[in-house]
């Protein structure tokens, strides 16, 4: 069943220098239980488009095009007041810096009392058995004992925790995650991962695991959908992305991880950088690094090609 369904979804922000397309036509859908890995290298627009979902985003930017349908409800003509009944609710976020999320001179447990009570109509001592639960569900020792403490007293990774346990108190459809992991280490990452997978299942939520780390989503993603310049250019199930990339784009980035490359030699890259929201050239946007555009890609953006695997390119790998 479709959770979510996101169609041709424009944010743009006006400018004194002009209008920057942020998001521009992106498309993609979400089932119940299902985690789609949304990547690609920063200012591809990812980012936007979960703060787009969640009606986050703050002037100059808006929202100028296309449907978000959260459950079937259009979420682009739903009210403010009924936005942030969703939000934190049957809708939630992760954001890369726990500290967006937890007030540094609040106790844990207070603020994850007060996000419950936000939602819910029960005693305060309800609120707080739910708050350690959910601490307890995402690894935390000791969970009755660390909702009094502070969020200083906790390392990266533990707050971390913390903001996980935040947004699944209400159990919720929908997580939105934007580079939670970022800053962390290898081992507390792969960690934090395993059990945000575990959970996801458990729950029967959906997940959008946005990351520039191709990496971190090959592990976790049901499917992966790559953004460049502001658009989806392709999208399909993780291991056909991966195995068999039918974008250039895509190929580079499967190429350049690490553990791609022999040890001791050069690591290979996607040569140039990607263009500025402000100035991307006419036609591909990839076109400027790319080892296979052609005529068509100077001046025509190329269309999206039909499900269950997409790509923009009018000049596809593995194409005869």
């Given at each position: 069943?479709?959770l979510l369904?996101?169609?041709?979804?424009?944010?743009?922000?006006?400018?004194?220098?002009g209008?920057v397309?942020?998001?521009?036509?992106?498309?993609?859908?979400?089932?119940?239980?299902?985690?789609?890995?949304?990547?690609g290298e920063?200012?591809?627009?990812?980012?936007?488009?979960g703060?787009?979902i969640?009606g986050?985003?703050?002037?100059?930017?808006?929202?100028?095009?296309?449907?978000?349908?959260?459950?079937?409800?259009?979420?682009?003509?739903?009210?403010?007041?009924r936005?942030?009944?969703?939000?934190?609710?049957?809708?939630?976020?992760?954001?890369?810096?726990?500290?967006?999320?937890?007030?540094?001179?609040?106790?844990i447990?207070t603020?994850?009392?007060?996000?419950?009570l936000?939602?819910?109509?029960?005693?305060?001592?309800?609120?707080?058995?739910?708050?350690?639960?959910?601490?307890?569900r995402?690894?935390?020792?000791?969970?009755?004992?660390?909702?009094?403490?502070?969020?200083?007293?906790f390392?990266?990774?533990?707050?971390q925790?913390?903001?996980?346990?935040?947004?699944l108190?209400?159990?919720p459809?929908l997580?939105i995650?934007?580079?939670?992991t970022?800053?962390?280490?290898?081992?507390?990452?792969?960690q934090?991962?395993?059990?945000?997978?575990?959970?996801?299942?458990e729950m029967?939520?959906?997940?959008?695991?946005?990351?520039?780390?191709?990496?971190?989503?090959?592990?976790?993603a049901?499917?992966?959908?790559?953004?460049?310049?502001?658009?989806?250019?392709?999208e399909?199930?993780r291991?056909?992305v991966?195995?068999?990339?039918?974008?250039?784009?895509?190929s580079?980035?499967?190429?350049?991880?690490?553990i791609?490359?022999?040890r001791?030699?050069?690591?290979r890259?996607?040569?140039?950088?990607?263009p500025?929201a402000?100035?991307?050239?006419?036609?591909?946007?990839f076109?400027?690094?790319?080892?296979?555009?052609?005529d068509?890609?100077?001046?025509d953006?190329?269309?999206?090609?039909?499900?269950?695997r997409?790509w923009?390119c009018?000049?596809?790998?593995?194409?005869?």
């Amino acid at each position: 069943m479709t959770l979510l369904e996101v169609s041709e979804l424009k944010t743009w922000f006006e400018t004194p220098a002009g209008t920057v397309k942020a998001v521009d036509g992106v498309s993609f859908s979400l089932a119940k239980g299902e985690i789609i890995g949304l990547v690609g290298e920063s200012g591809s627009g990812k980012s936007i488009t979960g703060f787009s979902i969640l009606g986050l985003v703050d002037p100059p930017g808006k929202v100028v095009g296309g449907t978000i349908r959260f459950n079937g409800e259009d979420l682009r003509a739903a009210s403010e007041a009924r936005l942030r009944a969703l939000r934190g609710d049957r809708i939630a976020m992760i954001f890369q810096d726990p500290m967006m999320t937890l007030n540094p001179v609040l106790s844990i447990g207070t603020q994850m009392v007060e996000t419950v009570l936000a939602h819910r109509r029960m005693s305060r001592a309800d609120a707080r058995a739910k708050a350690r639960d959910a601490l307890g569900r995402v690894g935390i020792p000791r969970p009755e004992e660390r909702l009094d403490a502070y969020p200083h007293e906790f390392s990266g990774g533990m707050r971390q925790r913390v903001a996980i346990a935040t947004a699944l108190l209400h159990e919720p459809d929908l997580i939105i995650a934007d580079e939670p992991t970022t800053a962390l280490d290898v081992t507390i990452q792969s960690q934090i991962l395993s059990e945000v997978q575990g959970l996801a299942a458990e729950m029967g939520m959906g997940l959008i695991w946005i990351s520039h780390d191709l990496g971190v989503v090959a592990g976790l993603a049901d499917r992966i959908a790559v953004m460049y310049a502001g658009r989806i250019v392709e999208e399909g199930p993780r291991d056909d992305v991966l195995d068999t990339p039918r974008h250039p784009y895509t190929s580079g980035l499967v190429a350049s991880a690490p553990i791609a490359n022999e040890r001791g030699k050069p690591l290979r890259q996607i040569r140039g950088s990607a263009p500025s929201a402000l100035h991307r050239p006419e036609g591909c946007a990839f076109r400027p690094r790319c080892d296979h555009a052609g005529d068509l890609c100077v001046n025509d953006v190329p269309e999206t090609c039909a499900a269950p695997r997409r790509w923009r390119c009018f000049y596809p790998l593995g194409s005869s």
